[in-house]
């Protein structure tokens, strides 16, 4: 009796080629291998249906009168139907036991529509992981908090706040122990209730531990679906958020002085819209029957998941505006089909911030949903471009680098990996979030969206079809709701002329001291540059601010066989006092090529 109806994810598996010249030695050729599965719809199982009685019948808060009327609809339709639970914002999950078609949903539903006492029914549907997942790790730079045209000015912020006594819920596939996030983990829960899925011998528990989401074979989970290894993906959305940071190790997290709670919906084949639901009940500090109280009630929740529905299930509303009302904010990944987002959910709930993602180029993702209901952009990322041939992993380096775990199927060693997605771009939004909560305690989750988006910056590539209010400024924001300052300079333009040999494999820098110009750089610094070398690819240059912060201005590429550097580089700079010694520091990263900085240019 299974009946099909799914919200879509994306899953994947890879591994990652690091492709290096010809002739070049110390530059390995791994080959490479991605499936990449775009959301799909309409093939997983209906298993349960979620009925919302009147407030005036029995039903609404009986659960003898619920499992009653279940048995009266089972004689009616002929189906084996039970009243399983209670979810929290009082509604009863229904199962309709196994081997049900789409007729046979059909007529339940039907049934409990044609009740009176019935205010709504709706499927219990699927959510997956909305990440495209490589398998190979790229220990690259994190551009995505600090790179001027991709990034997300997120270092600016710092000094200002860390996020700490905030705690933020990922509320997604549970966590693999990993040491770059340990001390910033507190008790979660399990909130998967069918044991199956769980892997963990039972149904919800405290115990929020991922078991692995790996699928052994194609068609596992629905027809169409493929088998794929365990994403590790609660892991690699709360490195984002909240990785520590100073630990001379990893990377470090948008929040890194705030907390992470892992609260586990997907398992084996996705997650359930009740358990999802009412885990966002509980991670707000709300109650579900028969879960224990949150000790540690969330300030912000993360929900990298997703899939499609027309509408906002009523589930995932009332879960949405609980914990909105008890001051909670709700972050969404907006989905990866590069289809208006109106058609998935939960992004086109109301109340939550909704996110698409956009590339190191500072364009729209390729994969990215879009559309009106989009609030804001950040960081997602792309481990291949949209014209090379999925199945394919070719630029490892402008994915989202974050905390993982090698297994395959359960947990094994911890390491880091590049993802893309928009599952990677909402930790960024969730991490900014939390930080904003940080500095000012009394902000509600209206105005932590408003101020994000009224300081956001403009797009700097493409976006077709809408990308909210641009991508997300940290700095910015920040500086907003605490009263900083943002900008600075008055135009004036500093130049060094002196030539500084690059060695083959070696860093070189070039100083100009500035001076005459108060307050802070501004938020548009321009840096001139101009580099004589005989392969760019090879180099990586960064701006070095007075204070030592570093702003990454161009990454190596090893498939870069061009001559020489003479670009201009726009930075956000206004967290930076404008007077003191700046750097442009150069370094080579290969051999067999070599030049000099010719001339360079500070313009404020």
Known sequence: ??????????????????????????????????????????????????????????????????????????????????????????????????????????????????????????????????????????????????????????????????????????????????????????????????????????????????????????????????????????????????????????????????????????????????????????????????????????????????????????????????????????????????????????????????VAATSREGNRAFYSNYGSAIDISAPGGETRRGTDTPGTVTTPENGILSTLNSGATTQSAENYEPYQGTSMAAPHIAGLAALLKSADSSLTPAAIETAIKANARPVPGTCSGGCGAGIADAAKTVAAVTGGETGGGDGATFTNTANFTIADRATVSSTISVTGVSGNAPSALKVGVDIVHTYRGDLVIDLIAPDGSAYRLKNSNSGDSADDVHATYTVDASSELAAGDWKLQVRDVYRGDTGYIDAWSLTF
């Open 1 to 354: 009796m299974a009946a099909s109806a799914t919200i879509l994810g994306v899953t994947a598996t890879s591994s990652v080629a690091l492709a290096g010249r010809a002739g070049s030695s110390d530059r390995p050729v791994v080959p490479a291998s991605q499936t990449m599965a775009q959301d799909k719809s309409g093939d997983a199982p209906v298993e349960k249906v979620i009925v919302t009685y009147k407030s005036r019948a029995a039903e609404a808060s009986s659960n003898s009168a619920a499992k009653t009327d279940a048995a009266e609809k089972s004689r009616k339709t002929g189906e084996k139907l039970s009243f399983e639970r209670r979810l929290a914002d009082g509604a009863a999950l229904v199962d309709l036991g196994s081997g049900a078609d789409a007729k046979d949903v059909t007529e339940v539903m039907e049934a409990f529509r044609e009740d009176s006492s019935v205010a709504s029914v709706e499927p219990d549907i699927r959510a997956y992981p909305t990440a495209v997942t490589p398998n190979d790790t790229d220990y690259a730079k994190q551009w995505d908090l600090f790179e001027p045209t991709g990034g997300m000015n997120v270092p600016g912020a710092w000094d200002t706040t860390t996020g700490s006594g905030v705690t933020v819920a990922v509320i997604d596939t549970g966590y693999a122990a990993h040491s770059d996030l340990s001390a910033n983990i507190v008790s979660g829960y399990d909130f998967i209730s069918d044991s199956a899925d769980a892997r963990d011998g039972n149904g919800r528990d405290g115990d929020p531990s991922d078991e692995g989401d790996w699928n052994a074979t194609d068609n596992e989970c629905y027809s169409g679906s493929r088998a794929s290894d365990s994403s590790w993906h609660g892991t690699h959305v709360a490195g984002t958020i909240a990785a520590t940071a100073n630990n001379a190790k990893g990377v470090a997290g948008v929040a890194h002085g705030a907390k992470v709670q892992h609260v586990r919906v997907l398992g084996k084949c996705g997650g359930s819209s009740a358990d999802i639901a009412d885990a966002i009940t509980w991670a707000s500090g709300g109650s579900v029957p028969g879960v224990p109280a949150n000790p540690n009630p969330s300030q912000v929740i993360n929900l990298s998941l997703g899939g499609a529905s027309s509408t906002c299930p009523t589930v995932y509303r009332n879960a949405i505006n609980g914990a909105v009302s008890r001051g909670t904010t709700v972050v969404v990944a907006a989905g990866n089909s590069n289809a208006d987002v109106s058609g998935f959910t939960p992004a086109n709930c109301a109340g939550v911030i909704n």
